[in-house]
């Protein structure tokens, strides 16, 4: 079957099939925040059509654009700008919405909306209740990715060149971070990370939290995240990895391993020595630096490991341990020649290497 469109080229009558199978939701391209494609069913063979549909109209669906499914209800949007609603059981369309052009790649969709792009540039969230417009948010460049669902926000990019993280609930835009160049690749998000890639032919990761950029490297076992820093580092110095190799030889051929690591920066060493078994104790001046250690213990597959960390002046905090007598079987230092203590306290080497 088929029709032709108002420049009289023909357009094929699209069908959505479905055959009865035991499966899970599938609310999102690739069904998840991560984009594993993965779902715990075991879906077996694909044998019985339990219904089929095609909207009224002459149209078709573009060829990223697949249904998504959650609690019950199936939405799919075509390139003529309708974005249907079905039950996803029977086949029977409950409602519709007319968006301002094509929708031609694939929804989000939760409990309450289903969300998505559009060529004229708009991201739309619409009730699946009664397909009004709950929210709608306008970009420079048409919208030709998926978006991505995560945490009560939605990572889609422009072809104007900015991925946008937009909030479920009002359409609010938390931060935009522009790339430079159209993206035409759909966000992935883990661990507090968003990932895309632009018409540039390059990929790059942001924060989460507030699009700030990182990125990470690998050094055999490990993993860091990096990215410029106000003194022109990149949070990670890979010469130090001699020194890293030669602790955790150390550590695992030893019976007791509790490490004080002073100066810890990112925790190049403290990923290190808690990967060979060491009890760490991670000290380091600048509460965001520990923070960012926190993270690469996590990225690295860590997280689980006995390392404490603390915010504090190292010396002060090594006074106090002596006080406690506390005792550690290897201490690691590699202090910078000048930084500020939490308080603002001013640390030169010149100065206080004698003391420490």
Same mark, same amino acid.
């Given at each position: 079957m088929g029709g032709?469109? +108002?420049?009289?080229?023909?357009?094929p009558v699209v069908w959505l099939l479905a055959v009865h199978l035991i499966a899970s939701d599938w609310p999102q391209l690739a069904r998840d925040a991560a984009k594993t494609g993965y779902s715990p069913d075991n879906a077996g063979a694909a044998t019985n059509v339990s219904w089929r549909w095609h909207p009224d109209r002459?149209?078709? *669906?573009?060829?990223?654009?697949?249904?998504? *499914?959650?609690?019950? %209800? !199936?939405c799919v949007g075509f390139y003529d700008g309708k974005?249907? %609603?079905?039950?996803?059981?029977?086949g029977v369309k409950l409602r519709e919405f007319q968006a301002g052009g094509p929708i031609? @790649?694939?929804?989000?969709?939760?409990?309450?909306?289903?969300?998505?792009?559009? @060529?004229?540039?708009?991201?739309?969230?619409?009730?699946?209740?009664?397909?009004?417009?709950?929210? +709608?948010?306008?970009?420079?460049?048409? %919208?030709?990715?998926?978006?991505?669902?995560?945490?009560?926000? %939605?990572?889609?990019?422009?072809?104007?060149?900015?991925?946008?993280?937009?909030?479920?609930?009002?359409?609010?835009? !938390?931060?935009?971070?522009?790339?430079?160049?159209?993206i035409l690749t759909c966000a992935a998000y883990a661990n507090g990370t968003v990932y895309c890639g632009n018409e540039g032919v390059y990929a790059f990761a942001v924060r989460a939290a507030n699009g700030a950029e990182r990125?990470?490297?690998?050094?055999?076992?490990?993993?860091?995240?990096?990215?410029?820093?106000?003194?022109? @580092?990149?949070?990670?110095?890979?010469?130090?990895?001699?020194?890293? +190799?030669?602790?955790?030889?150390?550590? +695992?051929?030893?019976?007791?391993?509790?490490? !004080?690591? !002073?100066?810890?920066?990112?925790?190049?060493a403290t990923v290190a020595a808690a990967s060979a078994g060491a009890e760490v104790c991670h000290v380091d001046a600048a509460k965001g630096i520990v923070r960012w250690a926190k993270e690469n213990l996590e990225l690295s597959g860590l997280g689980s490991r006995p390392v404490r960390f603390i915010v504090d002046d190292a010396i002060k905090f090594v006074q106090r341990e002596k006080r406690r007598r506390k005792e550690y079987d290897g201490i690691i230092m590699d202090p910078p020649s000048y930084g500020r203590g939490p308080k603002g306290e001013m640390w030169k080497i010149e100065d206080e290497l004698c003391n420490l």
């Open positions: 032709r469109n +108002k420049a009289g080229c023909a357009v002459q149209t078709s *669906v573009a060829g990223r654009t697949q249904p998504v *499914v959650a609690g019950g %209800i !199936l974005m249907y %609603i079905l039950n996803a059981l029977t031609t @790649h694939t929804a989000a969709m939760d409990a309450e909306r289903v969300y998505f792009g559009c @060529h004229d540039g708009a991201v739309y969230a619409v009730r699946l209740n009664d397909a009004t417009l709950a929210w +709608k948010v306008q970009t420079a460049g048409p %919208i030709q990715t998926a978006p991505c669902l995560a945490g009560g926000t %939605i990572y889609i990019g422009s072809e104007d060149g900015r991925l946008f993280a937009i909030r479920i609930t009002d359409g609010a835009v !938390l931060w935009t971070y522009d790339s430079g160049r159209p990125w990470k490297v690998r050094y055999g076992e490990f993993s860091f995240y990096i990215k410029p820093t106000g003194f022109k @580092h990149t949070g990670l110095f890979p010469e130090q990895s001699v020194n890293w +190799k030669w602790m955790t030889g150390k550590i +695992k051929g030893a019976e007791s391993a509790r490490v !004080l690591n !002073l100066f810890s920066y990112t925790g190049g």
